[in-house]
């Protein structure tokens, strides 16, 4: 499978029920394959269950499983990029 950022080689990194997860040997990009993403009917029904408002709890509980599932993963030393969580800082504030 070819990194859709880089076009390297890529290989199985990880999988759970749904999908599996590739690591690009190139540039360590961890992706989905196009044909395992969610369709956009689910993905816009899982977005519409929040409003990206800080003050919203299910907007917390949204991104708190975001972080408990990434954190063990993560030194706190690493630097991340918040791409599509909205326009507040709470993100940030939860790691």
Same mark, same amino acid.
Request: hydrophobic share 35%; charged share 20%.
């Given at each position: 499978m070819n990194c859709?950022?880089?076009?390297?080689?890529? %290989?199985?990194?990880?999988?759970?029920?749904?999908?599996?997860?590739?690591?690009?040997? &190139?540039?360590?990009?961890?992706?989905?394959?196009?044909?395992?993403?969610?369709?956009?009917?689910?993905?816009?029904?899982?977005?519409?269950?929040? %409003?990206?408002?800080?003050?919203?709890?299910?907007?917390?509980?949204y991104l708190s499983?975001?972080?408990? %599932?990434?954190?063990?993963?993560? &030194?706190?030393?690493?630097?991340?990029?918040?791409?599509?969580?909205?326009? %507040?800082?709470?993100?940030?504030?939860?790691?």
């Open positions: 859709p950022l880089c076009f390297g080689h890529s %290989t199985v990194w990880s999988q759970d029920k749904f999908r599996s997860y590739y690591l690009c040997e &190139n540039c360590s990009l961890v992706f989905v394959p196009r044909g395992e993403l969610v369709s956009l009917s689910a993905e816009f029904a899982r977005y519409d269950t929040h %409003t990206n408002d800080e003050n919203d709890p299910r907007y917390q509980q499983l975001i972080v408990s %599932t990434a954190a063990p993963y993560l &030194n706190p030393a690493e630097k991340g990029l918040d791409f599509g969580c909205g326009r %507040t800082k709470l993100l940030a504030k939860l790691f």
